[in-house]
């Protein structure tokens, strides 16, 4: 069988699973193949380096979901344009089980950058380095608060802040925050566990659970790696 015949076949004529009990067979190379989501009652698996985001203090990532919830503007800036996919992907994978209603531009071209002066709610990625005076030097008016989340300097500002914004209740922020620093000790310490140990790259995570009869090790595999993804959502 020609190799584009199979690859169309994977793509276009293979039909994915729902999530649940629902399974696909099929025969791949004379090999059969099972082809399963995760359950329902299960957390979604994701395919995002987690460990970027959590380069920021658990104190500046709540501070990003407070925002987040409050339909505050955000702008990410980092001169890496892979960092900026990381970030912004990373961010709205953990809002589950909500969904971002507002527009997301992971780079935002500079010729596009009037979109920031929108009073409507928005995350874009912006290619360059962060610097004080780059509203101003763009003539960009701003009329409402924006979050700056410095990705280079790991640091979050406010431009034009608004005094009445409303608080994340203390105590539940102290319990949430002492949560998640377990949480985020627990998983870089075993992604770097993971990290010294000799895997394919693409091993780590994975949308979907792929069992292969011939190699079940690899399914296994999969799943424990999905897990420590799935304990951050």
Known sequence: V????IIENLLIELPVPPRGIFTVEYTLINQERKLKQNL???????????????TFDIKEIVDMY?????????LFFSENIQSL???IFGLLALLYPFQYQYQVVTVLPEENFEIIESITPFIAGINMAYTDDF?????????DCILIVDIDKTKLNFVNKMSDIPEFPKGYRKTLEKNLQSIKTKYLKDMNASSRQSKPRGSKYS???LTTNMNIKNTSTIS???RGSNIIS
């Open 85 to 87: 996919n990381m970030y």
């Open 40 to 54: 329902m009652n299960e957390l979604p698996l994701v395919d995002i380096n987690l460990k970027k985001l959590f």
């Open 2 to 5: 020609p190799m584009d015949k």
């Open 135 to 143: 509203f101003e030097s763009r003539d960009l008016t701003l009329s």
């Open 66 to 74: 407070h925002n987040l919830f409050l339909e505050t503007r955000i």
């Open 224 to 226: 424990e790696h999905s």
């Open 207 to 209: 949308k979907m659970n």
